[in-house]
């Protein structure tokens, strides 16, 4: 089965502060997406990766950067976190085209 | 643009109907892949059924089946035999087919099934 990690299930932090959030897959995914998840809007993609190193801005990318230094792992950095950053954040995985994404558990980050 | 809309925000069925969820989407793609996903309360995300644009019979997995009607772009879930452990979120995705298949989701419907 894909196993997709994320570092955290629950994470406070303060305004201000950088906030980096861990993503690894373990089955050699060429692809990986970031998306948060708020009430009524369903999942929005902030930054996927469809190689190490490459990386590509989602609907949503402002107030965050990715990283992917290694093919299983794809980082969100929230550089300067505020409270409207508050949310589910989920971390996925993909092999490519008409394939599922497999998704983490999720992190719940509450930003005060 | 690509676009999905899951007009249902709430549902309730009782147990051992079946229930459809409704999911319409817009492209100007031809080549596209549509997906239903369960959250359940705990939060992870499960796969349940895809649909490709080219695919001629609607997709089924086990309780699972998707109507799907391209001249209407309409991808509707249903579930037959509803039973407790479906009540969960359900989104609908649309995969665009350029480099990384991104997917557009809906809003999602929360589904409650009653004993």
């Known amino acids: 089965d894909v196993k997709v990690t994320q570092s955290s299930r629950y994470l406070v932090k303060r305004t201000g502060e950088k906030v980096f959030l861990e993503c690894v897959q373990d089955?050699?995914?060429?692809?990986m997406f970031w998306y948060r998840q708020d009430p009524g809007l369903g999942l929005r993609l902030i930054y996927f990766?469809?190689?190490?190193?490459?990386?590509e801005k989602g609907d949503i990318p402002e107030g965050y950067s990715v990283s992917r230094e290694k093919k299983e792992r794809f980082s969100l950095i929230l550089e300067s976190a505020s409270t409207n950053q508050t949310s589910m954040y989920l971390c996925?995985?993909?092999?490519?085209?008409?394939?599922?994404?497999?998704f983490g558990d999720g992190t719940r980050l509450s930003i005060l | 643009a690509q676009k999905i809309t899951q007009t249902q925000p709430g549902m309730f069925v009782q147990e051992k109907e079946a229930v459809t969820l409704d999911c319409t989407y817009d492209?100007?793609?031809?080549?596209?892949?549509l997906f239903w996903y369960k959250q359940p309360s705990s939060g992870e995300m499960i796969f349940l059924i895809y649909?490709?644009?080219?695919?001629?019979q609607n997709a089924t997995e086990g309780r699972y089946s998707l109507n799907f009607q391209k001249a209407r772009k309409s991808a509707n879930l249903v579930i037959s035999a509803s039973q407790l452990g479906d009540s969960a979120m359900y989104f609908c995705?649309?995969?665009?087919?350029?480099?990384?298949?991104?997917?557009?989701f809906g809003a999602g419907t929360i589904l409650r099934v009653k004993s």
């Open positions: 996925a995985s993909s092999p490519g085209d008409n394939q599922p994404q497999h």
């Open positions: 089955m050699d995914h060429e692809n």
């Open positions: 990766s469809y190689d190490v190193k490459m990386k």
């Open positions: 492209t100007s793609d031809p080549s596209y892949g």
């Open positions: 649909q490709g644009s080219y695919d001629q």
């Open positions: 995705a649309l995969q665009i087919m350029e480099y990384g298949n991104k997917l557009v």
